[in-house]
């Protein structure tokens, strides 16, 4: 499938939009474009209506639209700029099954996976306030890539800003997906034996604060990298830990009373989990492994969901992802955004990721 993706930084919305989308159907080789997929800073949605007009007098009066609100847009070639507007295209020559999703209301995104088939790849952009496991009992078991929205951004679907929990699109064509973890496991796996809530209160059977505890007498982990510990739960209770599957689960604090861990999210007891340390290199290794895997055949497009904690912030340096995918995979049409969470497989169903890059790429 033809695609090509560009970023314009300009400040008007009208011109950026212009911009962007001359660019990505000049780099496709297309005078117009089926669907427009797009990630704008917010600036760009508070005038949605501008935006989108603009779009398809560029790309085409019956292009589809969807995207979100991000702190960040790249392409290959100009990812060294991460602050500022920015409003990235991804125009692709094939047609999608776009839908909205509210908690209350889940049959047009089923409706839009059933109608693209099986095998079908989602993308979604979600809401930050969003019920995520609603979503997620939504989405079922189709393969998903996709990402929080900038806070005080939006969702952006059809010709205006949608209010909704989630919107996105579904496309029939071959795809593949990838998720790199900046987390790295320390330590051994352990048992969650006991929680509550959002209380993780034992870990084989100890109070789970000794867990942490015991961490310090690891080489290199003093006071100050403890700040970088999270936790690495396996996608469902009774699986054992993977360092290639699992989920990661921020620390919040410590209940000195209960000897207890607050977690961000719940981890239900039979969980196995490890704890894990934010690692730039192990990042680096973590997503050229998941790069391996894509190899061949070269993706003909591409949409990398990518944390806002990771980039300048993780590496010290901009860009270093998507040179390491270009290097990787090629040269394709692909597209980054900056998200406040991740979703992405996560076992045999799709999971909610932090501190993470997920990768999807088309093959049709």
């Not at 398809?56 to 589809?64: H, L």
């Not at 996105?168 to 796996?189: C, E, M, N, T, Y």
């Not at 860009?319 to 090629?330: A, H, K, M, P, T």
Request: glycine share 12%; aromatic share 4%; hydrophobic share 45%.
């Amino acid at each position: 499938m033809r695609a090509g993706a560009a970023v314009s930084r300009a400040e008007d919305v009208r011109l950026a939009a212009r911009d962007a989308a001359t660019r990505a159907l000049d780099a496709a080789g297309l005078d117009e474009a089926a669907c427009l997929i797009v990630a704008a800073t917010p600036e760009h949605l508070d005038e949605a209506v501008e935006l989108c007009e603009a779009l398809r007098d560029a790309a085409g009066a019956n292009a589809q639209i969807v995207g979100g609100a991000t702190s960040a847009a790249l392409v290959p070639g100009d990812a060294e700029m991460e602050d500022g507007p920015a409003l990235g295209v991804l125009a692709l020559a094939q047609r999608a099954e776009l839908f909205s999703f509210r908690s209350d209301a889940p049959d047009e995104l089923r409706a839009a996976a059933q109608k693209a088939g099986p095998g079908a790849l989602g993308i979604v952009f979600a809401d930050p306030e969003a019920p995520v496991q609603r979503l997620l009992g939504a989405l079922g078991r189709v393969r998903v890539a996709g990402g929080g929205v900038a806070v005080e951004g939006g969702l952006l679907l059809d010709h205006d800003l949608a209010y909704a929990h989630a919107v996105g699109a579904f496309f029939p064509a071959p795809g593949r997906l990838a998720v790199a973890q900046s987390h790295q496991a320390i330590g051994k796996p352990l048992l969650v034996t006991r929680s509550e809530g959002r209380a993780l209160l034992e870990l084989d059977s100890r109070p789970a604060m000794e867990a942490l505890a015991s961490l310090a007498e690891q080489p290199g982990l003093d006071g100050e990298a403890l700040q970088f510990v999270a936790l690495g739960v396996s996608p469902r209770p009774g699986e054992p830990f993977s360092v290639e599957d699992f989920v990661s689960v921020p620390l919040l604090g410590i209940d000195e009373e209960r000897g207890a861990l607050e977690t961000g999210a719940p981890i239900p007891e039979g969980h196995s989990v490890s704890f894990t340390l934010r690692d730039g290199m192990g990042a680096r290794r973590t997503l050229q492994q998941a790069l391996d895997k894509l190899r061949d055949p070269r993706p003909s497009w591409g949409l990398y969901f990518d944390c806002a904690s990771r980039g300048t912030t993780l590496y010290g340096v901009p860009g270093l992802d998507l040179r390491l995918i270009e290097q990787s995979l090629g040269s394709f049409p692909l597209l980054s955004m900056r998200t406040s969470f991740e979703l992405g497989p996560a076992g045999d169903a799709t999971g909610v990721h932090l501190f993470t890059g997920v990768l999807a790429v088309g093959d049709g």
